[in-house]
């Protein structure tokens, strides 16, 4: 009979016996097969759970099939299957391991999300996988294995991610935006000084308004489409060109920022944040400058819709120079709100409050949304 032979060692813990061992992605994927969470109902109503994986997220699929071709893709922590003792053989004096071939051999308690990932890659690519063996196991203890290693995780905050690409060597639209972010964090006379939570930075509570992922994330998609970004990573990491973005891919994906990032001129992108909402600042001084309880201007809610009105504005303005103050001042003092009423009651935190806000905005300012390019007379402040 056909098997897949590979190194291995022996573990005891509390729970019993296991195995650790070391396989090529095309074996795992030959061998295993996802237990889907299914439910069924009796007559009395009772939900019966069988199975142990989490049905498939199509998406996180798509995004491990194209994390698993960058140059410095890795799973570092293992899958872990379970097999019956039939399928298997373990030699302790050579620390080998033979299992059975065939797509029926091992049941996937953890890590289904990323084998479907690994699907990717072409066959003949290597890249192994380390694999925790559990032989005989029974459906009691399969659960508990999972439900320990997926009731019990917390997830990493956004806003560390980003902290992360600071170690980073390679440019990247992420390490762009981080550095950003630190830079309008400190910088005196930044209408961002000390408003955002930077990571292993003294916190002062009293001016701090927005996370360091919040602040990031709307400057990103001005950058790069969200979907592209560790694609726009890898490339450059590799010292792959990329190409300039079309004018339609400009104007139909708001990607204002993206030339000077690929032209590395992040100096003017960070100029360019820091006049508009020093504009910001000089229209409404009270909502933006003061942390106050019940206004959103300064918080997420206001500063999602600010920027989702940027590249409309830049679009009006011409998106190849960074633009004054007073340019961007002259649009935002034709809206007719006053600092006082940037409050919950009127614009609610969240994503209904932003987009009420963002409608409010272009309406003021007279912006037609679908080609906010076209002309318009406004009066200089």
Known sequence: ????????????????????GVMAQSDLIEISKSDVIHIDKDERDIETVSGLERPISRLRVKELQEYVK???????TGVIIAVS?????????????KLRRGDDVATIIDGQHRIEGLKGLPPTFRFDMNVTIFVDMDPEDQAAIFSTINLKQVPVSKSITYELFEYARSRSPQKTCHQIARRLNQSSGSPFKDKIMILGVAHDKDKETLTQAAFIKPLEKLIVPEKQAMADRDALKRGRHIPKPTEVEVRTKRLVFRSWFLDDQDSKIAQTIVNYFAAVEAVWPKAWGVKTPGLVLNRTTGYNALMRVLPLLLFKLGIDEVHSIE???SFLSLVTLTDDDFNPNIFKPGSSGEAILYQRLLSNMKIDES??????????I
Do not use: H
């Not at 009979?1 to 650790?20: H, T």
């Not at 960058?70 to 570092?76: G, R």
């Not at 399928?87 to 391991?97: G, H, L, P, S, W």
């Open 70 to 76: 960058n140059i410095d893709a890795a799973f570092p």
């Open 371 to 380: 080609q906010p390019w076209k002309g318009l007379t406004v009066k200089s």
């Open 85 to 97: 003792a039939m399928d298997v053989e373990f030699d302790r004096n050579q620390k080998v391991m």
């Open 1 to 20: 009979m056909s098997s897949i032979e590979f190194p291995c060692l022996e573990i005891a813990q509390p729970i019993g016996v296991f195995y650790i």
């Open 327 to 329: 340019d961007f001042a």
